[in-house]
């Protein structure tokens, strides 16, 4: 299947912000020279991008986001970012307080944590007045560069980026943050499967079967799925979701019983009933390629080739 540009890129940038998550400093240093040599317009994107997976994933450091224009200055940003221990409440409070704009009130528990997401949800609603607010309260040197960074970039993103960034600049203000401590060593094997999220086609597709197969309405999965994605049955579940949709192992064993078909013609003595076992076998893999495909053209493939499969094996049913 030919995948588009947008799509690849798409993975690129997931796997950029998964690697820092991660701890992975040699992957984000991978991703960033490709993504740089993939043009101006994503060297753009990636200055935005860094200023938001700072403040997703590390928010106190969102006082240190000092770019000049060499690319480089913003891989360092999220260098520093990879190497520490993450601090997700900016991220957690923007993510459930844009639920709640949207409509959705069960991300409210009945804690004293509720007004919070209540405050941001209204900002979210009334920006200016959210910007005019924070900017009258009084604050340390680091809090001021904190939220002056917040609202340089406060326009940038998607909608639940800059709920984030509106977050972080609420608990500048309201809360005492911890200085972010070195990240453990991380494990060598980086999952890539964790790249296809709720922004890439597969990602999507793997949520829809994961939320219909737990009764979860898709869009309290995705939240849900970003406090719990990586360290519960859910990262389980989709991974087991994504490698039931994969047919490459399928594709080669299929090419594998052609190849093997070809050199039994070739021989000078009885191969009816070898013939006969290979072609059960490639019935067999036709069978599970067909059942998971979600593509209609791919549909349309395996029902060809089982027709195929199935004229070979009358033929067959002639030879010694």
């Not at 940038?13 to 993939?38: N, P, W």
């Not at 009816?272 to 791919?298: H, M, P, Y």
């Amino acid at each position: 299947m030919i995948r588009s540009r947008a799509d690849n890129d798409a993975r690129y940038r997931s796997l950029l912000q998964k690697a820092v998550r991660r701890g992975h400093m040699d992957l984000v240093y991978t991703t960033s020279a490709l993504l740089e040599s993939l043009g101006s317009r994503d060297k753009d994107w990636y200055r935005t991008r860094a200023a938001i997976i700072t403040f997703e994933e590390c928010w106190p450091f969102g006082c240190e986001l000092s770019f000049n224009r060499k690319f480089h200055s913003k891989v360092a940003a999220l260098i520093k970012v990879t190497r520490v221990q993450k601090i997700r409440d900016a991220s957690g409070l923007g993510h459930l307080a844009y639920a709640l704009h949207k409509g959705d009130a069960s991300v409210f528990d009945g804690s004293p944590e509720d007004k919070h997401i209540r405050i941001v949800a209204n900002a979210i609603q009334r920006p200016d007045d959210f910007w005019q607010w924070i900017s009258t309260h009084k604050a340390s040197e680091q809090q001021a560069a904190l939220i002056a960074n917040a609202m340089r970039f406060k326009h940038e993103g998607w909608p639940r980026d800059k709920a984030v960034i509106q977050a972080a600049a609420y608990l500048a203000v309201t809360t005492d943050s911890d200085k972010p401590t070195p990240a453990p060593p991380v494990d060598d094997t980086f999952p890539y499967w964790v790249v296809f999220d709720r922004h890439s086609p597969e990602g999507k597709l793997a949520l829809r079967d994961v939320a219909r197969d737990l009764h979860i309405q898709l869009p309290q999965l995705a939240r849900k799925s970003f406090h719990i994605f990586e360290t519960t049955a859910i990262e389980q579940e989709i991974a087991l979701v994504a490698q039931r949709l994969d047919v490459t192992e399928e594709l080669d064993r299929l090419a594998s019983h052609v190849v093997e078909i070809e050199a039994t013609l070739a021989k000078d003595e009885a191969i009816g009933r070898r013939l006969d076992f290979i072609i059960q076998e490639l019935n067999r893999e036709a069978n599970t390629f067909a059942s998971k495909v979600q593509n209609e053209e791919l549909t349309r493939h395996g029902v060809e080739l089982k027709v195929l499969i199935e004229q070979m094996r009358e033929q067959v049913q002639n030879l010694e």
